[in-house]
């Protein structure tokens, strides 16, 4: 079956849902098109529904469907939308629910990825938008640590040494082994253990800031000139290093040398951090654990979910991680091991 007939399929088993939501909510009385739209990692799908009758005015909108019911009060993208939009920072509008059909409506923020929009656009048009970018996570860092509460989920949650540490054995079980078919001896399991340990020791108790989770250029969208910010449901406390590790170390894009150092730079100043040298080495840290944990996500959509749409995302967060690795000494008997099983790393 090839993704077409995927998409076709999902479309028209989940169309009775989208045309009851349709129907009980009044926003499209008039005739409309109902188009599949790309998902991401997670088991909710995406729909735009378009009007093609009643007032040319009339905006399309995205439906996002969850598997079951839903509890619209409760949901933490809904009370992460709330906090993002007292910074302010660009998100998209919610515009109705469904808590029986699992539904949520979205304002429309088009097609265009800040991946989609490299090479669409003037060079100085695209450098401007990273800029923007980076500023956002800047904001994100001080209106969040201004706007702290309970009340909000993320400041509930964080990038413990627990959670970095099994993200990092996510990616021994599911590319190292399922995806590789690595074999790997006693003796390496617990030598990856210490290092995973090490990382994980030093990574957690960084100075915390409200990290996005998924800060990159697939949950940036291009709209009006501007960039808004999607997939911000799993936002909690971390790193300061680590939404601009997922930035500029991203799977989707390449990033020289140059255009990171640049980048970088310019975080330094917006965000008022003063030590570079000490800040680019934390980043690095923070990108060997990121790009090592986007692996195994790419590893489990293909070998347990079947979904080879991340294979060609791979061979770019590689690179990215063996270069970092390459770079410091300490990283020399993580990639000794590594090596023995992933070529890349030789």
Same mark, same amino acid.
């Given at each position: 079956?090839?993704?077409? /007939? ?15 939501? !349709?129907? /009980?909510? #009044? ?6 098109? =109902?188009?599949?739209? +790309? ?12 009007? +093609? ?11 996002? !469907?969850?598997?079951?019911?839903? $509890?619209?009060?409760? *949901?933490?993208? =809904? ?11 660009? &998100?998209?509008?919610?515009? #109705? ?11 429309? *923020?088009?097609?265009?990825? !800040? ?9 100085? $048009? ?17 209106? %969040?640590?201004? *706007? ?20 990092? /054995? ?30 994980? $020791? ?22 009006? #000139? ?11 406390? %971390?790193?300061?290093?680590?939404? @601009? ?22 975080? *330094?100043? =917006?965000?008022?951090?003063? /030590? ?9 840290? +923070? ?7 986007? !692996?195994? +996500? ?10 080879? &749409? ?14 970092? @690795? ?11 091991? @590594? ?8």
């Amino acid at each position: 079956m090839s993704d077409n /007939d995927t998409v076709e399929d999902s479309a028209a088993s989940e169309r009775p849902r989208i045309d009851q939501y !349709l129907r /009980d909510s #009044g926003l499209f009385p008039h005739d409309h098109r =109902v188009v599949p739209l +790309t998902g991401d990692a997670s088991t909710r799908r995406y729909f735009r529904v378009i009007p +093609t009758a009643g007032p040319a005015a009339v905006p399309s909108i995205v439906l996002a !469907l969850h598997d079951g019911p839903i $509890e619209f009060a409760t *949901l933490p993208f =809904v009370n992460v939308a709330h906090l993002l939009s007292q910074m302010p920072l660009p &998100v998209p509008a919610v515009i #109705g629910h469904s808590d029986a059909l699992g539904i949520l409506a979205l304002q429309d *923020l088009g097609d265009v990825t !800040l991946q989609a929009h490299v090479g669409a656009a003037r060079a100085t $048009e695209h450098a401007a938008l990273y800029r923007q970018a980076v500023a956002f996570i800047a904001s994100l860092q001080q209106r %969040g640590a201004e *706007l702290a509460s309970d009340a909000y989920a993320p400041y509930r949650v964080a990038f413990d040494v627990e959670k970095l540490t099994w993200e990092l /054995d996510f990616f021994v079980r599911h590319f190292m082994e399922g995806y590789r078919g690595a074999a790997l001896s006693g003796s390496e399991r617990t030598a990856l253990t210490e290092e995973w340990g090490a990382i994980a $020791e030093e990574l957690a108790p960084e100075s915390r800031a409200l990290c996005h989770r998924d800060y990159h250029s697939r949950n940036l969208m291009v709209y009006e #000139g501007g960039l808004f910010i999607i997939d911000f449901q799993d936002a909690r406390m %971390g790193p300061d290093t680590y939404d @601009l590790a997922s930035l500029l170390r991203d799977s989707y894009v390449d990033i020289s040398e140059g255009e990171l150092d640049d980048l970088i730079a310019y975080f *330094l100043a =917006v965000a008022g951090k003063p /030590d570079a040298e000490e800040f680019r080495r934390r980043f690095d840290l +923070t990108a060997v654990q990121r790009n090592l944990k986007a !692996l195994g +996500t790419f590893g489990h959509q293909a070998s347990a979910r079947h979904n080879t &749409v991340y294979i060609q995302y791979m061979p770019r967060t590689l690179h990215y991680a063996r270069a970092n @690795l390459e770079k410091y000494p300490r990283f020399a008997r993580l990639r000794e091991l @590594l090596a023995s099983h992933i070529e890349e790393f030789q």
